[in-house]
T-cell receptor, first 114, second 113 residues
Framework: DAGITQSPRHKVTETGTPVTLRCHQT?????MYWYRQDPGHGLRLIHY???????DKGEVSDGYSVSRSKTEDFLLTLESATSSQTSVYFC?????????????FGPGTRLTVL | DQQVKQNSPSLSVQEGRISILNCDYT??????FLWYKKYPAEGPTFLIS?????DKNEDGRFTVFLNKSAKHLSLHIVPSQPGDSAVYFC????????????FGAGTTVTVRA
């Protein structure tokens, strides 16, 4: 199994509060991704990173920001959480952006915004 | 607008029989397709993939078929086992989009003993 951990694994928070989710990898992979999984939508890309301090938006980036100050850590921040951000969040890593470079996923963080 | 669609949310199959999962896509630029399997409370894990230059790829009990003209792919699991009970996601990527993955909504497979 790829060495990917996510913290926290579960979080309940209130609307309007900031939330930061952490993804940590031990594989030294260049690319890291944040997805959210919602019923009826599968996994949707929020943001991704192609190196330290290099990030870009995915298809559902509104309301989220990311940072990557070290190769091994990729942080996802909800500046002011809303109920629509209740979801399961997955981090993924890949060695490169090639066709056959599989993405490996972390165990997920279940976030509930009340 | 979802470019990858799995129109069957669930599938129930008897142990030992064949499971067939279907996936349709709308973006003709997709040239690489993957299936991921997900158990509850775990992250998705890569199962099998196929390039657009092929129409079939096999890996043990799992076979993926690609019909480019119909923009359709399917995953066959033969024979189905209780450990195959999981959610299966179809995904596709395109070189123009840096091979970022577009996922379908998933199909929940239940294998009955």
């Amino acid at each position: 199994d790829a060495g990917i951990t996510q913290s926290p694994r579960h979080k309940v928070t209130e609307t309007g509060t900031p939330v930061t989710l952490r993804c940590h990898q031990t594989e030294n992979h260049r690319y890291m991704y944040w997805y959210r999984q919602d019923p009826g939508h599968g996994l949707r890309l929020i943001h991704y990173s192609y190196g330290v301090k290099d990030t870009d938006k995915g298809e559902v980036s509104d309301g989220y920001s990311v940072s990557r100050s070290k190769t091994e850590d990729f942080l996802l921040t909800l500046e002011s959480a809303t109920s629509s951000q209740t979801s399961v969040y997955f981090c993924a890593i890949s060695e490169s952006l090639g066709r056959a470079d599989t993405q490996y996923f972390g165990p997920g963080t279940r976030l509930t915004v009340l | 607008d979802q470019q990858v669609k799995q129109n069957s949310p669930s599938l129930s199959v008897q142990e030992g029989r064949i499971s067939i999962l279907n996936c349709d896509y709308t973006n003709s630029m997709f040239d690489y397709f993957l299936w991921y399997k997900k158990y509850p409370a775990e992250g998705p894990t890569f199962l099998i993939s196929i390039s657009s230059i092929k129409d079939k790829n096999e890996d043990g009990r799992f076979t993926v078929f690609l019909n480019k003209s119909a923009k359709h792919l399917s995953l066959h699991i033969v024979p189905s086992q209780p450990g195959d009970s999981a959610v299966y996601f179809c995904a596709a990527s395109a070189p123009r989009n840096d091979y970022k993955l577009s996922f379908g909504a998933g199909t929940t497979v239940t294998v009955r003993a």
